[in-house]
Structure formats: C-alpha cells, structure tokens
C-alpha cells in the first residue's frame, strides 16, 4: 500500500514540476509547484515525518510560494510580454544536459548496491523531534533565527522609500 | 748623467698634462701654458743631455713590470739607442717650438687647458712609440698617439665637420691598426717574446715566407698612421685641427711614426726582399698620388697635407730601399720646414682672419715679412732647391734606390724624380700665389702674436741647415747620420759619378718647377675653371667617394639588413608576437566573462555533468 | 517496508536535474529563483528519506533547518528582484551584464 502511494505521490510530484517549468505564465508555474509541494509533503508524511510534511506546506507553499506570487503580482508581469520563452539556444544544451545527468546519476545510484536497501516504515513523533532539535541542533536553530533577523533587515533595506522616489522620477 | 734619468723623458710631459688637467681651471691661462712648455722643455733638455747614453748598443732601462701572465712577460722598458735619441730629441724639440707657438695662437681663444693637455699628452704617447722596447709598449704609445689625434682634429668639436674629421682619422688609422696588432700577435707567437730588440736578433731564423707576411702586416699596420696608400683619406680633412696641432701632429711627429716603425723593426723586414719591394712601391705611388693632388689644391691647409703625405712616402721608399739612414735623415729634415710651413700657414689664416682659399690670400711679402720669409725658407726645402736640407735628405733616398741595382728600384728612382718636379711646382705655386700682392687685398693686417713670428726662425734655420746632418762625402761633408744609423747604400757604393748627375738632374728639376709656377702665376693669379681633371685630383682621385662605394656603402647596407629586418622584424617581431599572441589568448579567455548569469550556470553544469560522468566511469 | 531506497534518490535526483534544467533554460529571473526553489525540495527529500532510512531524526532536523534558510534567501532574492525591476524594466537575466569583461 505504502509503496503503492509512494509511486503515485511520485509520479505527481514530477509531473507537476515538469509542467511548472514549461509554463510562459509565472503564476500558473508557481500554481504547478504548489502541487508539487503537495505531493512532496505528502510523501514526508510517508517517509515518517509529519512535522516537516505540516511545515512544508505551511512555510513552502503557504508562505514562500505566497511570496513569489506577491512579487508576480506587484511587478505586473503581464503573461507572454515579460516572460520571454527559453530560447532554442538554451533549450538545447538544458535539455542534454538533463538527460545526460539524469542517465548518469541513475547508473551510479543503481549500481550501488546500498540503494537497495529497503527503507523501513517510520514514524518520528513531535516530542522526539522537539527533542533532537532542541537538544543536539539548538545552536544551528540560533543561528537560522539570526540569518532570519539578516534577511529581514536585508529585504527592509532593498526595499526602502528612495527606491520609490526614482521611481516617481522616471515617470 | 744616470741612466736611471731616462725615464724622465717621456715623464714630464705626461706630468705636465696631468697636472694641467687636474688643475687648469683653478689657476690662471699663463701658469697651464707655461707648466706644458717647462714641461716639454724639460723633456728636451733630458734628451739632450741624455744623448751620450745612447752610443754604442743604446742603454736599455726596466722601469717595472707591467704585465706578467706565464709565457707574456711585458715590462716597461725604454730602449735608448741612436735612433731613439735622434727621433725623441727631434718630436721633443720640435714640440717645444709648437707649445710656444700654441701660446699664441690660442691668444683670446678660450678652453686652452683642454689644448695644452692634449698636447702633452700627445707627447707622451709619441716618446712612448720613440722608447720602447716592447712591441706591447709601443703600441700602448700608438693608440695614445692616435687618441690625442683624434681629440685634437676635433678640438672645435662644436663644429660637425671637426668631429666628423676626427673620427675619420681615428677609424681609418684604427683599420690599419688591426694588421699591426696581428703582426704582434703573429710574431708573439713565432719568437715568445715581445722585445724588439729580442725579435730582431732572432729575424734571420725565421722562415721567408712568414719574415714576408709579417713585413707587409707591419707596413699595413704603419701605412695608416703615416697617411699612404690605401689608408690617406683621413689626413686632408683632419686638417679641421688647429694649425699647431697639424704641425705637430700632422707633419713632424705621429705622421712619421709609421716610417719609425719601420725603422725600429728594420732587421727583421730587411730579411723579406718582397717586402722592402712593397714597402718602396707603397711609398713611391703614394708620393706620385698626393704630389699631383698637391698641385690643383685651394685650401692651403689641404696643400700642406698632401704635401707631407707625398714626403713622407719618400721616407717608405728610403726604408724599401734599405737604408735606415735616409729614411731619419728625411724624417728629420722634414720635420723641420714641414712644421715651419704649417707654422708659417696658421700666421697666414690668421693675417687674413680665418680664410684659407689661396686664390684669396695674397699679399703677404708686404704685410708680413716676419711671416713671409721663413715660408719662403721652408718652400725652398720642400722644392729641393740645391744646398737646403730638403735637397740633400731626398736626394740621398733617390740615390739610394737608384743604387739598389734592381730594375724595380730604379723605375721607383724615377718615379721619385716626377714626384720631386711636381713637388718643386706645386711649391712654387704656393709662394707665387700667396706672396706678390695684388688688386683687392684684404684689408689691414691683423697683428700676430709674437711667438707666432719667432718661433719660425729655428725652424727655418735649422730646414735650411739640415743638410749638415748628413753632408754626402762628395760635397765634402762627413755623413754624420750615417755614423749613427747605418750604412746609406745597402748594394755596394756607386760611383760619385752617379751621385753628382743625381744632384745635377734634382736640381734641374726643382729650377724647372720654379720656372713653372712664375710662367703660370707671378702676375696673374685667377683660378682658372677647374675641369674634370682638375676635380678629379681636387677630391684626392675621388679616394673618398671609392671607400664610400667599396666599403661604406656595402656596409651600411648590411648594417641596415641586420639591424631593420633581422634585429626589427626577426627577433623584435619574434618577441612582440609572443606577446601579442600571449595578449590574444587572453583576450579570447576574456569571451568567456560574458556577464550574462545564463552561460556562467551552464558552464557549472556541465562541469557537474562532467564529475558525473567522471564517477561513473569510476565504478565501472 | 515502503520502497528500496534507490528509488527514493533516483526521485529526488530527477526532481535536482529539473530544478537545474529550469535554471539554464529559463531567462527570466523569477523562473530561475523558482528552478533553484525546486533543487532546494530535491534535497529535502533525500535528506527525509535517509532520516528514515537510518531511523534517525537528523534528517528532519536538517530539512527543517533548509526551511528556515531558504524563507531568508527567498525574501532577499525577491527583494533584489523587486529592486532590479526599477532598473531595466524587464527580468532578462540577458540584460544584467555588468559583470562582462
């Protein structure tokens, strides 16, 4: 049943994310990859993690992917005008490269013999989580609210009034 | 008087020059040009009181030791034998009168202590040529000699044409040195010893074919200093020099070092009968050559230098004809009314404020007798005209090469009679032109300094005189010279027969050039327009437009070929295309920055795609 | 037993190269924030997926760590984007050649 759901979950994951990098539109990609972050969290939840499956949809899609959509929204990027189109230039050598490390990548890892270790069901509940981060990472968990802190006085800064002022200038 | 003083003579000039170098500028003109007089005096005084030294074999003195490396043993050692002594008392006697005349002749000008020690030092180096006994020594001497000539002919370096004129006379002197430096060399490694008086004990056991080779380096080597064929085209212009540097240089002293030379090393070319033969013939085409370019010059500075070219071509055929004797008593002799006709020259630019046309100058029996007589003195030498010390010396070298016996002498002896006709004719053409007065003259006369009017007295007496030196026994005299330095004919003596008709044709000869010149000048001295003959010897037998398409021309033509394309082109553009090349590649790197954010993540990808793939292969 | 976890790594590494081919095909430069979005989950994933392979919570930690990183990244890339906007009027990564030379 697990594995079943697993293949399933999978299998929309990608083909969301493909469809979310072909889009011209932005909104409709980032709408794609909200589903991708779905089904990813959902598979979280498979794999035995359903603290980090509420945050991912909570702090990736709620709130992230609300932000890319903000910053779509406010530059009124009209669809098809500023969007251009992946140039054949591009595409070419994108695409061979995708496969090119896609084929790789899959011959080392299945040519491993530790990939076919089965992975057991799991479950890891809130209090052990709470705990191991708490107890072993509580100074990573500092430092991330500090970079947080940078961030935030960053994106203040970047985003402050005079910018505005040229704005009104060069209308 | 001590042998140990010997050394004095080459000294105290060298002391004076040093002395006016290091502090001519802080005392006043008098005291430099009387410390380079008192020093030459001193010389002269040293060599004449000296002279009883000099009898016998000479006295050899070592002052120390100069170079000791092994086989090459070069010690400073003075040899001070007859011909030494003449020829040191002659160069120092004669400077001394030239210093004097210096004085006044750079009356007014300035830079005088850069003069004067030049000329000291000049002196030095030529008693050093006189003196030596090494062969490395003397040609110590010679390139001195050569420096300071250089130095003086460019004295008024300011002046394009002085410098030009002092390097001609140094590089070509400077080619003619290299023969001379490989006969050193040559006979260094043949005896292994550098003494002259060793190598000329030890000439008869050489081999004939080298003894010749050798000759000829040596008259090669001595051909450029002495102005003869093919190395004479520096002397005409190095008449740019001041006139006492052209009488003294020029006519008296390094001129006839090469003859000196000759003379010094006597016993081991007299071994080489080729070689005497081309050292006569040397002597005699030059004394043709110059003769007849005497004869249609205007400068009368030029005329002088021809004219000493043409003498001194006698005294190499004195020494081709083997006779030691001859060659010094010319030397001597010359020395003597060449100087004073170089002297009397200067007084006469001077008179005439710098010009030296002879077709302009004129005059000068009225304006200055002081000046004029002596000139008249020193002409009737250089003519020959019979009883002057000029008749006598180039007489006793005719008769010389007449009496060697060989056919080829006595075309030379011939030969040598043309050159004394044109000799007497182109002297002649000086006085008649210079002297008689005429419609035009140049205005007032300049006052000249008085030493330069008494110093020409000595000279004009002892030109006159100098036949003393060495009266032939037929005119009732008692060949002194000859006592000294060696037998005059070499090849058994000829009649006195033979010696009178000589006189008798010389004489002749010299009378009919005076004839000549009054026919052709006295009362109507015009240039007549010069035809391509007269240009043709006017510029020396176009000597110098030859070396200029013989040698100037092919060599600065392969100067150009190395220098713009094999240095430009070839290694320059060899070094600037490594550069440029070096430039290019990282211009072409530079493409790779391009800004542009997409190609910078597509160059990381395929470096990743490349660590994959480099992975996999690993676990295969 | 769920599945081998070969598997799992062969989904997150199709998920990376998709992310990656995003970011070279695309010019704009939302997509590309978007692509680099996508490699950041790729990781996540694996990092889930070995936590339940070792039965360890270090992975989950760490994802969750990611989390907290990548909400700070997004918001000053989307603050520079905002910025550059005023600039050049469009989001051409094309026209952001300052750095050339």
């Known amino acids: 049943m697990a594995t079943v759901l697993f293949y399933l979950l999978s299998a929309v994951t990608l083909v969301a994310t493909l469809l979310c990098i072909t889009r011209k539109n932005p909104v409709h990609a980032v709408v794609f990859l909200v589903n991708a972050l779905f089904a990813l969290a959902l598979l979280f939840f498979l794999l035995g993690a359903p603290l980090v499956a509420a945050w991912q949809v909570i702090i990736y899609a709620g709130a992230i992917m609300v932000l890319f959509l903000f910053v779509i929204m406010i530059l009124e990027l009209a669809p098809g005008q500023a969007m251009a189109s992946a140039s054949r230039r591009q595409l070419v050598p994108a695409v061979l490269l995708f496969l090119l490390l896609l084929v790789s990548a899959g011959l080392i890892i299945m040519r491993d013999p530790a990939g076919a270790v089965w992975v057991e069901g799991f479950y890891l509940s809130p209090r052990d989580f709470g705990q191991a981060l708490f107890s072993r990472y509580g100074l990573a968990v500092e430092i991330v609210s500090f970079q947080l802190l940078f961030a935030a006085a960053g994106a203040w800064y970047l985003g402050r009034r005079r910018r505005v002022r040229q704005e009104e200038e060069r209308r | ?620 | 037993m769920i599945v081998p976890m070969g598997h799992i790594l062969i989904v997150s590494t199709t998920l990376f190269f998709m992310g990656l081919g995003c970011i070279l095909a695309r010019r704009n430069l939302i997509m590309i924030l978007i692509g680099i979005e996508i490699m950041i989950n790729a990781a996540g994933l694996v990092l889930v997926g070995a936590s339940a392979l070792w039965r360890q919570a270090d992975g989950q930690v760490f994802v969750l760590l990611l989390m907290g990183v990548t909400a700070a990244e997004v918001a000053i890339a989307l603050a520079m984007v905002v910025y550059l906007y005023g600039f050049k009027r469009n989001l051409d990564i094309d026209n952001f050649d300052g750095m050339r030379g």
Request: glycine share 10%; charged share 10%; with cysteine.
């Open chain 2, 1 to 620: 008087m001590s042998r140990d003083l010997i050394f004095l003579i080459p000294l105290l000039p060298l002391a004076g020059a040093l002395l006016n170098m290091l502090g001519g500028r802080f005392w006043p003109r008098r005291v430099t040009e009387s410390l380079a007089v008192a020093a030459v005096a001193g010389a002269t005084l040293a060599a004449a009181l000296l002279w009883p030294l000099s009898g016998g074999e000479g006295t050899t003195v070592e002052l120390f030791g100069w170079l000791r490396a092994g086989p090459l043993q070069v010690p400073m050692v003075l040899h001070f034998d007859r011909l030494a002594a003449c020829m040191a008392l002659m160069v120092t006697g004669v400077s001394t009168l030239i210093h004097v005349y210096g004085t006044g002749y750079l009356h007014r000008k300035e830079d005088a202590v850069r003069f004067f020690v030049l000329l000291n030092l000049f002196v030095f180096a030529m008693l050093t040529v006189v003196l030596a006994d090494n062969l490395l020594l003397l040609l110590l001497g010679w390139e001195g000699v050569g420096f300071c000539s250089y130095a003086l002919i460019g004295y008024w370096y300011r002046e394009e044409e002085n410098a030009s004129a002092g390097r001609k006379a140094f590089l070509v002197t400077r080619c003619a040195d290299v023969f001379l430096l490989a006969a050193i060399l040559w006979l260094f490694q043949l005896t292994g010893t550098l003494s002259i008086t060793a190598i000329n004990a030890q000439a008869p056991l050489l081999a004939p074919g080298t003894v010749t080779l050798l000759a000829l380096l040596l008259l090669v080597g001595a051909s450029g200093k002495s102005a003869q064929l093919p190395f004479m085209t520096w002397l005409p212009d190095a008449m740019a020099g001041p006139t006492p540097v052209s009488a003294l240089i020029h006519a008296a002293t390094m001129v006839t070092a090469g003859v000196y030379l000759l003379c010094r090393i006597f016993p081991l070319i007299s071994q080489s009968p080729t070689g005497m033969a081309a050292i006569a013939a040397v002597g005699t085409l030059t004394a043709l050559y110059a003769a007849t370019c005497a004869l249609v010059q205007r400068d009368i500075k030029r005329l002088l230098a021809y004219s000493t070219m043409s003498q001194i071509g006698y005294m190499f055929l004195a020494v081709g004809a083997g006779t030691v004797t001859g060659a010094m008593f010319h030397l001597l002799t010359h020395a003597f009314f060449k100087a004073l006709l170089f002297m009397a020259a200067g007084g006469i630019i001077h008179l005439a404020a710098g010009e030296m046309d002879l077709f302009k100058l004129g005059g000068l029996a009225r304006r200055s007798p002081a000046v004029f007589w002596p000139l008249l003195a020193g002409v009737l030498c250089l003519a020959g005209i019979p009883l002057t010390g000029g008749f006598f010396s180039k007489d006793a070298i005719l008769l010389a090469s007449f009496a060697r016996g060989n056919m080829f002498y006595q075309v030379l002896c011939l030969l040598g009679l043309l050159t004394a006709l044109l000799t007497a004719m182109y002297s002649f053409r000086l006085i008649y032109l210079v002297g008689p007065a005429r419609k035009g003259d140049i205005g007032e006369p300049h006052h000249l300094p008085s030493t330069m009017l008494w110093t020409l007295i000595p000279l004009a007496i002892l030109g006159l005189a100098g036949g003393l030196l060495n009266l032939p026994g037929v005119w009732g005299g008692n060949e002194w010279l000859e006592g000294l330095l060696g037998p005059l004919i070499t090849a058994g003596e000829p009649a006195h027969v033979f010696e009178l008709l000589l006189g008798l044709i010389a004489s002749l000869l010299s009378l009919a050039g005076w004839l000549w010149a009054r026919w052709r000048y006295a009362g109507k001295p015009e240039p007549r327009p010069v035809g391509t003959a007269g240009t043709f010897f006017l510029k020396g037998w176009q000597a110098d437009r030859a070396i200029e398409t013989l040698l100037l021309g092919p060599f600065r033509a392969i100067a150009r070929f190395w220098s713009a394309i094999v240095d430009e082109r070839l290694l320059e553009g060899g070094v600037f295309l490594a550069a440029r090349s070096c430039e290019g590649f990282g211009q072409q790197l530079r493409r790779l920055t391009t800004g542009r954010l997409g190609h910078y993540l597509t160059a990381m990808a395929f470096g990743l795609g490349a660590i994959m793939v480099w992975v996999l292969l690993q676990s295969i």
